[in-house]
């Protein structure tokens, strides 16, 4: 592990200690110290919650609002999926007409040959019971079914009748018709999978976002910290200034540069005040923790030791991401178009055939004794006679959507490959820009320390000591983007690859 500084982030008994305790001067401690009283009651202090990176992405990956959304899609996924499964299996349904009725006038066969037309009413009703499976190697189906029907014909020739079919097997079955039933499984078994690689590339996104707010936090922070010391050691320099200016050691144009010096500091430490408050409010919504709640961070110490090798990311990225998933769902939808074009506008046949037990009588209890053999068959064909080619411009349209979605496929999957390959870069230059960037803040840091010392005792001039704080300032600022860019390197690694570099293992 590299170790780098934590640049004033820890609170002491009386406040915020600062960057490299030890190596500041004693009027840097005391203007820290004092920094962290004004940022904090006591019984802030007392109740503060200090957060740690990665203890921030663990509470915004539990209770975030983004997480939930996230959590949300993948229970909805999961549940379609449940129900998608629970349809493959035998389902059993009752339905049936309670009652029909119809009052006509209609026409009558006579006897003698002729045709009379006489009111009729007429009530019609029925209840099945059937259970259904489909079946898997053939897209066709099984049915068993049980139907009572009742027909009462009012009028000079009044009948009631029931009929009945206590069992009868079957099968429906098209022939040369797409399997629609195979297709929609493997679409079904590809979009589950994506569904859940998608919410953990979401919670990966939630890290990245609180690792976002997180260093905002820090950096307005760490500018507030470096304003107000600004603002107080240019308030000294300006007391200092106005008495040897009375005593004729400066000009006055050095008195109006270092009175001008403090009011820019002023402004600035307001300006950086403001900052942070916004940068507090946003951290605060990213976690989803009410206003009221006493919150602080605890930026890291040391950063993980990761070498990633772009190979390994790489190959990472192409197993895990979702995109490469979706990719192979579009390929699979894409040739079940081309299935759908060629079979269903071309010869086909429906096949449904049944076996069961019937009996009809005026009686309820008798329509179900001395039961007769009840067969049924039938087969439908559908053959296109003309359709002046659009049949194959189906097809021929079907097959250059594939030919899309292959090209698509192949640019989307370079790119998976080169985010991959670059993101591993951006981390090992993240990490070197991290290592001089804290040398640079240390060596400003110091510079600014001795150019203050020999400030005080009239060795240098304004100008000089001026350009040593401006430097110090950027120094510093350098240094906190660094740390951010390095641990969003490291997370957005993470996040293009669905891979944990340190643990060495896939995320889940």
């Known amino acids: 592990m590299m170790e780098h500084r934590e640049a004033g982030t820890r609170m002491s008994a009386c406040g915020r200690t600062g960057r490299r305790a030890a190596e500041r001067p004693a009027w840097w401690r005391t203007l820290a110290c004092a920094l962290g009283v004004a940022l904090c009651t006591p019984e802030a202090v007392l109740a503060q919650r200090a957060l740690t990176l990665d203890q921030a992405i663990e509470l915004a990956q539990r209770q975030g609002l983004q997480a939930r959304a996230a959590s949300s899609a993948r229970e909805a996924a999961r549940s379609r999926d449940r129900a998608f499964t629970a349809r493959r299996l035998p389902q059993l349904a009752l339905g049936g007409n309670l009652p029909i009725y119809n009052r006509s006038i209609i026409p009558v066969l006579q006897p003698d040959g002729s045709t009379e037309f006489k009111a009729q009413q007429q009530t019609d009703a029925s209840l099945a019971l059937t259970m259904s499976q489909r079946i898997p190697l053939t897209g066709g189906s099984l049915f068993m079914s049980s139907e009572l029907s009742r027909l009462e014909v009012s009028g000079q020739r009044g009948l009631r009748n029931w009929s009945s079919t206590p069992l009868s097997f079957g099968i429906r079955q098209d022939i040369l018709r797409p399997n629609t039933f195979k297709w929609d499984g493997r679409e079904q078994d590809l979009r589950t999978e994506v569904a859940e690689r998608q919410y953990v590339e979401a919670r990966e996104e939630v890290a990245i976002g609180i690792t976002t707010a997180f260093f905002d936090l820090y950096s307005a922070r760490m500018a507030l910290a470096n304003a107000t010391t600004n603002a107080a050691v240019n308030d000294t320099l300006y007391t200092l200034n106005k008495g040897r200016f009375e005593v004729g050691k400066i000009g006055e144009n050095d008195l109006l ?103 009809t009588a005026a009686d309820v209890n008798a329509a179900y004794r001395d039961l007769l053999n009840q067969q049924r068959f039938s087969l439908a064909v559908q053959m296109p006679l ?59 840091a110091k510079r600014f320390e001795v150019a203050y010392n020999r400030y005080v005792i009239g060795r240098i001039g304004m100008d000089n000591l001026y350009l040593a704080q401006n430097e110090k300032d950027q120094a510093l600022q350098q240094y906190v983007q660094s740390l951010r860019g390095f641990w969003l390197a490291y997370y957005r690694l993470r996040r293009v690859t669905l891979f944990d570099f340190v643990a060495g293992s896939t995320i889940r």
Request: glycine share 4%.
């Open 386 to 444: 003309i359709q002046w080619g659009a049949r194959s411009n189906d097809v021929q349209a079907a097959r250059a959507d594939q030919d899309r979605v292959e090209a698509n496929g192949r640019l989307a999957r370079e790119q998976v490959a080169q985010d991959a390959h670059f993101a591993a870069l951006q981390l090992s230059q993240s990490r070197r820009q991290l290592a001089l960037a804290a040398k640079a803040d240390t060596v400003a």
């Open 257 to 359: 540069q270092s009175e001008l010096a403090l009011l820019r500091a002023r402004n600035s430490a307001d300006e950086a005040r403001l900052n942070h408050d916004r940068a507090l409010a946003a951290f605060r919504l990213a976690l989803n923790v009410a206003p009221e709640v006493p919150l602080d961070i605890d930026v890291p110490t040391t950063v993980p030791d990761v070498v990633a090798d772009t190979v390994v990311a790489v190959e990472q990225a192409l197993r895990n991401r979702a995109q490469v998933l979706d990719l192979q769902l579009q390929g699979v939808q894409a040739r079940r178009r081309i299935s759908e074009a060629r079979l269903l506008n071309g010869v086909g046949a429906t096949l449904q055939a049944s076996v069961g037990l019937n009996q």
